[in-house]
Protein backbone atom coordinates (compact mmCIF):
# COMPACT_ATOMS: atom_id res chain seq x y z
CA UNK A 1 0.00 0.00 0.00
CA UNK A 2 1.77 3.27 -0.73
CA UNK A 3 1.75 6.14 1.45
CA UNK A 4 1.72 9.72 0.86
CA UNK A 5 5.02 11.42 0.55
CA UNK A 6 6.08 14.96 0.03
CA UNK A 7 9.75 15.15 -0.64
CA UNK A 8 10.40 18.74 0.52
CA UNK A 9 14.12 19.00 0.03
CA UNK A 10 15.29 16.63 -3.43
CA UNK A 11 18.46 17.88 -5.77
CA UNK A 12 17.20 15.99 -8.89
CA UNK A 13 18.92 18.32 -10.89
CA UNK A 14 22.24 16.77 -9.36
CA UNK A 15 24.98 15.32 -12.17
CA UNK A 16 24.68 12.07 -10.15
CA UNK A 17 20.36 11.45 -11.93
CA UNK A 18 22.05 12.54 -15.64
CA UNK A 19 22.31 8.99 -16.63
CA UNK A 20 18.84 8.18 -15.96
CA UNK A 21 16.92 10.66 -14.31
CA UNK A 22 13.61 10.05 -15.93
CA UNK A 23 13.88 6.55 -15.05
CA UNK A 24 14.03 7.49 -11.38
CA UNK A 25 11.29 10.24 -11.59
CA UNK A 26 9.04 8.26 -13.17
CA UNK A 27 9.75 5.64 -10.33
CA UNK A 28 9.37 7.92 -7.87
CA UNK A 29 5.53 8.82 -9.10
CA UNK A 30 4.67 5.23 -9.91
CA UNK A 31 5.69 4.54 -6.49
CA UNK A 32 3.81 6.98 -5.27
CA UNK A 33 5.67 9.91 -3.89
CA UNK A 34 2.87 12.49 -4.85
CA UNK A 35 4.79 15.70 -4.44
CA UNK A 36 8.81 17.47 -4.73
CA UNK A 37 10.00 20.23 -4.14
CA UNK A 38 13.30 20.41 -6.19
CA UNK A 39 15.84 23.20 -4.32
CA UNK A 40 18.48 24.78 -6.55
CA UNK A 41 22.18 25.49 -5.39
CA UNK A 42 22.89 27.96 -8.33
CA UNK A 43 21.84 29.92 -11.30
CA UNK A 44 22.23 27.04 -13.55
CA UNK A 45 20.53 24.71 -11.19
CA UNK A 46 17.68 27.44 -10.90
CA UNK A 47 17.30 26.96 -15.00
CA UNK A 48 17.79 22.79 -14.36
CA UNK A 49 15.04 22.91 -11.55
CA UNK A 50 12.69 25.13 -13.78
CA UNK A 51 12.97 22.65 -16.69
CA UNK A 52 12.17 19.45 -13.98
CA UNK A 53 8.78 21.86 -13.10
CA UNK A 54 7.84 22.21 -16.78
CA UNK A 55 8.14 18.45 -17.55
CA UNK A 56 6.74 17.37 -14.46
CA UNK A 57 2.85 17.66 -13.06
CA UNK A 58 4.45 16.63 -9.26
CA UNK A 59 7.77 18.93 -9.31
CA UNK A 60 7.84 22.15 -7.99
CA UNK A 61 11.16 24.08 -6.75
CA UNK A 62 12.94 26.64 -4.74
CA UNK A 63 15.52 29.01 -6.56
CA UNK A 64 18.18 30.26 -4.55
CA UNK A 65 21.51 30.38 -4.02
CA UNK A 66 23.45 27.51 -1.72
CA UNK A 67 25.80 29.45 0.41
CA UNK A 68 28.90 27.30 -0.61
CA UNK A 69 28.18 29.26 -4.11
CA UNK A 70 28.00 32.92 -2.49
CA UNK A 71 31.41 33.99 -3.50
CA UNK A 72 30.12 33.26 -7.18
CA UNK A 73 27.70 35.88 -7.11
CA UNK A 74 29.18 38.53 -4.44
CA UNK A 75 28.36 42.18 -6.10
CA UNK A 76 26.69 40.56 -9.15
CA UNK A 77 22.88 41.11 -10.58
CA UNK A 78 22.25 37.53 -9.60
CA UNK A 79 19.11 39.19 -7.95
CA UNK A 80 17.78 40.23 -11.17
CA UNK A 81 18.03 36.88 -12.32
CA UNK A 82 16.29 35.03 -9.12
CA UNK A 83 13.43 37.48 -9.49
CA UNK A 84 12.65 36.43 -12.75
CA UNK A 85 12.85 32.72 -12.20
CA UNK A 86 10.49 33.33 -9.42
CA UNK A 87 7.62 34.94 -11.41
CA UNK A 88 7.67 31.13 -12.78
CA UNK A 89 4.08 29.74 -10.56
CA UNK A 90 5.51 26.65 -9.62
CA UNK A 91 8.79 28.11 -7.89
CA UNK A 92 7.62 28.19 -4.29
CA UNK A 93 10.35 29.05 -2.50
CA UNK A 94 13.40 30.80 -2.03
CA UNK A 95 16.41 28.14 -1.77
CA UNK A 96 18.31 26.65 -0.74
CA UNK A 97 20.33 29.89 0.76
CA UNK A 98 21.74 30.11 4.22
CA UNK A 99 24.85 29.88 6.07
CA UNK A 100 27.95 27.07 5.88
CA UNK A 101 30.40 27.59 8.58
CA UNK A 102 31.59 23.89 7.98
CA UNK A 103 34.18 24.54 5.56
CA UNK A 104 36.42 26.97 6.53
CA UNK A 105 37.20 28.54 3.51
CA UNK A 106 33.70 29.96 2.21
CA UNK A 107 34.24 33.84 3.31
CA UNK A 108 31.60 34.34 6.44
CA UNK A 109 30.89 38.02 5.54
CA UNK A 110 30.05 37.33 1.90
CA UNK A 111 27.74 34.01 3.04
CA UNK A 112 26.09 36.93 5.35
CA UNK A 113 25.56 39.35 2.66
CA UNK A 114 24.17 36.81 -0.28
CA UNK A 115 21.98 35.13 2.53
CA UNK A 116 20.75 38.66 3.37
CA UNK A 117 19.91 39.40 -0.47
CA UNK A 118 18.13 36.50 -0.95
CA UNK A 119 15.68 36.83 2.51
CA UNK A 120 15.06 40.12 1.61
CA UNK A 121 13.55 39.17 -1.98
CA UNK A 122 11.84 36.35 -0.06
CA UNK A 123 9.79 39.51 1.65
CA UNK A 124 9.54 41.60 -1.02
CA UNK A 125 7.97 38.11 -3.51
CA UNK A 126 6.16 37.10 -0.28
CA UNK A 127 7.41 33.35 -0.75
CA UNK A 128 8.65 31.23 2.14
CA UNK A 129 12.29 30.32 2.52
CA UNK A 130 14.43 26.61 2.29
CA UNK A 131 17.40 27.15 4.71
CA UNK A 132 21.09 25.68 5.04
CA UNK A 133 22.50 25.64 8.19
CA UNK A 134 25.64 24.04 9.01
CA UNK A 135 27.44 25.15 12.57
CA UNK A 136 25.86 27.95 12.19
CA UNK A 137 22.69 28.03 14.41
CA UNK A 138 23.23 31.53 16.15
CA UNK A 139 24.29 33.43 13.24
CA UNK A 140 21.76 32.31 11.18
CA UNK A 141 18.68 32.43 13.72
CA UNK A 142 19.97 35.89 14.33
CA UNK A 143 19.96 37.37 10.85
CA UNK A 144 16.37 35.48 10.78
CA UNK A 145 15.20 37.44 13.29
CA UNK A 146 16.25 40.37 11.48
CA UNK A 147 14.18 39.64 8.46
CA UNK A 148 10.98 37.28 9.62
CA UNK A 149 10.50 35.67 6.00
CA UNK A 150 6.56 34.82 5.83
CA UNK A 151 7.80 31.00 6.74
CA UNK A 152 10.87 28.33 6.34
CA UNK A 153 12.68 25.42 6.97
CA UNK A 154 15.62 24.70 8.43
CA UNK A 155 16.45 21.65 6.31
CA UNK A 156 18.63 18.74 7.49
CA UNK A 157 17.88 19.69 11.40
CA UNK A 158 21.10 19.21 13.20
CA UNK A 159 20.55 21.17 16.07
CA UNK A 160 20.06 20.21 19.93
CA UNK A 161 16.40 20.42 21.61
CA UNK A 162 16.75 23.92 22.78
CA UNK A 163 17.88 25.22 18.91
CA UNK A 164 14.72 23.50 17.47
CA UNK A 165 12.80 24.89 20.41
CA UNK A 166 13.98 29.16 19.00
CA UNK A 167 12.73 27.96 15.63
CA UNK A 168 9.80 26.90 16.41
CA UNK A 169 8.92 29.86 18.35
CA UNK A 170 9.34 31.67 14.95
CA UNK A 171 7.48 29.18 13.43
CA UNK A 172 9.47 27.60 11.59
CA UNK A 173 9.59 24.07 10.30
CA UNK A 174 12.48 21.66 10.94
CA UNK A 175 13.75 19.25 7.83
CA UNK A 176 13.84 15.80 9.12
CA UNK A 177 15.77 13.40 6.64
CA UNK A 178 17.66 10.35 6.43
CA UNK A 179 20.23 11.12 9.34
CA UNK A 180 17.03 10.01 12.08
CA UNK A 181 17.17 6.49 10.62
CA UNK A 182 21.12 6.16 11.65
CA UNK A 183 22.45 4.61 14.35
CA UNK A 184 24.24 7.00 16.21
CA UNK A 185 21.10 9.89 15.43
CA UNK A 186 20.34 10.78 19.17
CA UNK A 187 20.10 13.71 19.01
CA UNK A 188 17.71 14.28 16.28
CA UNK A 189 15.44 11.74 17.90
CA UNK A 190 15.31 13.85 21.35
CA UNK A 191 14.21 17.07 18.48
CA UNK A 192 11.93 14.42 16.83
CA UNK A 193 10.46 13.43 20.31
CA UNK A 194 10.24 17.05 21.88
CA UNK A 195 8.89 19.16 19.24
CA UNK A 196 5.45 18.64 17.60
CA UNK A 197 4.64 16.83 14.64
CA UNK A 198 3.07 19.77 13.07
CA UNK A 199 6.21 21.60 12.89
CA UNK A 200 8.23 18.77 10.89
CA UNK A 201 8.70 18.33 7.21
CA UNK A 202 10.58 15.12 5.65
CA UNK A 203 13.19 15.35 3.21
CA UNK A 204 15.59 13.27 1.69
CA UNK A 205 18.75 15.97 0.48
CA UNK A 206 18.83 13.25 -2.42
CA UNK A 207 21.37 12.54 -3.98
CA UNK A 208 22.63 12.35 -0.88
CA UNK A 209 22.10 11.19 2.86
CA UNK A 210 20.25 7.50 2.32
CA UNK A 211 18.13 6.75 5.43
CA UNK A 212 19.31 2.93 7.15
CA UNK A 213 19.12 0.24 5.29
CA UNK A 214 20.35 1.96 2.15
CA UNK A 215 23.16 4.13 3.39
CA UNK A 216 25.93 4.44 0.88
CA UNK A 217 23.12 4.26 -2.31
CA UNK A 218 21.98 6.98 -3.81
CA UNK A 219 19.30 8.22 -2.55
CA UNK A 220 15.47 9.19 -3.79
CA UNK A 221 12.48 10.30 -2.40
CA UNK A 222 10.53 7.26 -2.17
CA UNK A 223 12.73 6.06 0.75
CA UNK A 224 11.03 8.97 3.43
CA UNK A 225 9.22 5.65 3.96
CA UNK A 226 11.85 5.30 6.24
CA UNK A 227 11.92 8.38 8.40
CA UNK A 228 8.67 8.78 8.56
CA UNK A 229 8.73 5.48 9.76
CA UNK A 230 11.36 6.20 12.21
CA UNK A 231 9.64 9.39 12.85
CA UNK A 232 6.79 7.67 14.26
CA UNK A 233 8.26 5.31 16.10
CA UNK A 234 10.39 8.13 18.13
CA UNK A 235 6.83 9.74 18.79
CA UNK A 236 5.06 6.15 19.83
CA UNK A 237 2.73 7.40 17.59
CA UNK A 238 0.15 6.07 14.22
CA UNK A 239 2.24 5.81 11.27
CA UNK A 240 -0.45 6.73 9.10
CA UNK A 241 -1.36 9.07 11.21
CA UNK A 242 2.08 10.95 11.02
CA UNK A 243 2.14 10.02 7.35
CA UNK A 244 -1.36 12.36 7.03
CA UNK A 245 0.10 15.01 9.46
CA UNK A 246 3.79 15.07 7.40
CA UNK A 247 1.64 15.65 4.30
CA UNK A 248 -0.35 18.29 5.48
CA UNK A 249 2.74 20.19 7.37
CA UNK A 250 4.52 20.42 3.82
CA UNK A 251 1.15 21.80 1.69
CA UNK A 252 1.02 24.30 4.19
CA UNK A 253 4.76 25.44 4.40
CA UNK A 254 4.22 25.28 0.46
CA UNK A 255 0.77 27.27 -0.20
CA UNK A 256 -0.42 24.33 -1.92
ZN1 LIG B 1 20.21 20.44 -0.18
Known amino acids: MSIKIFDTHAHYDDESFDEDREEV ?17 DIDSCKNTIILTEKYDFIYGACGIHPSYSKDYYKTSYINDLFEYHRNNKILAVGEIGL ?3 YKDLDVSIQ ?35 FMPLRGVIHCFSGSVDIAKEWVKLGFYLGIGGVV ?12 KEIPTKYLLTETDCPYLSPVPLRGKRNESINIEHIIRKISEAKN ?6 VDTLY ?3 SKFLNL
Open 237 to 242: ADFYKI
Open 25 to 41: LKRQFDLGVNKILNCAI
Open 112 to 146: KEIFKEQLALSKEINKPVVIHCRDAHYDTLNIIKE
Open 100 to 102: DYF
Open 181 to 192: TFKNAVKIIEVV
Open 248 to 250: ENA
